[in-house]
């Protein structure tokens, strides 16, 4: 289990930019520029980092990555592990509530890779959590997976408003959970006064 990145790890970068800030106030603006890229983050904290793909396959197309360098999903330690495995259902929530609004008929991938033949371009456990909207009749043209297909480069001004949409639905979503479920994950993890202007 390594947690040292070779250098350079976008997603360590990311990572480092946001420290843990786990219920980022969707009325704040977490932007923020490294040296190679722009970042969009919907979740920060101690253990995973989601944020929007810069060359999204569809529109909401969101990372959820750990927050320490691990290669491979089998590298990850059990606390990360853990809380993957607690926020990928919400934020698969969140994203396609957020992509296709009350529509009841959703569809997404999960996706994880694991080394180069298996398609993995950053060296760091990454998941992808992409919509998949109808494209017709022919509903074939939407598998475009593992780096293939038509993919642009994310737009940082329509990014922006997606960004803060996802946050909007994130507190909606944990607020829904603390109601129904009686499990409050904000507990501890809403922002004081004192640590938003840090964002």
């Excluded at 520029?33 to 101690?46: C, Q």
């Excluded at 990928?88 to 969140?94: D, E, G, Q, T, Y």
């Excluded at 509530?97 to 398609?119: I, S, Y």
């Excluded at 408003?161 to 993890?189: F, H, N, P, S, Y």
Aim: with cysteine; glycine share 6%; aromatic share 6%.
């Amino acid at each position: 289990m390594d947690l040292t990145a070779p250098a350079p790890c976008p997603f360590c970068k990311i990572a480092a930019t946001y420290p843990p800030t786990p219920f980022i106030d969707p009325d704040s603006t977490p932007i923020a520029t490294t040296d190679e890229i722009t970042s969009h983050v919907i979740l920060s904290t101690e253990h995973i980092i989601a944020f929007l793909d810069i060359m999204p396959l569809t529109r909401g197309h969101v990372l959820v990555a750990s927050r320490h360098h691990y290669q491979m999903l089998s590298d990850m330690g059990v606390l990360a592990g853990q809380e993957m495995g607690k926020w990928l259902p919400i934020l698969s929530r969140v994203v396609t509530k957020t992509v296709f609004g009350d529509d009841p008929d959703r569809h997404w991938n999960v996706v994880q890779n694991n080394g180069e033949r298996a398609a993995q371009v950053v060296p760091h456990v990454h998941f992808h959590i992409i919509p998949r909207p109808a494209t017709g009749t022919n509903q074939r043209t939407s598998f475009a997976m593992f780096g293939r297909g038509q993919r642009e480069e994310l737009d940082d001004d329509e990014a922006e408003i997606l960004a803060r949409e996802l946050r909007l639905e994130l507190v909606e979503e944990v607020k829904r959970i603390q109601k129904e479920e009686g499990v409050d994950l904000a507990q501890g993890l809403v922002l004081d006064a004192s640590s938003r202007g840090k964002l």
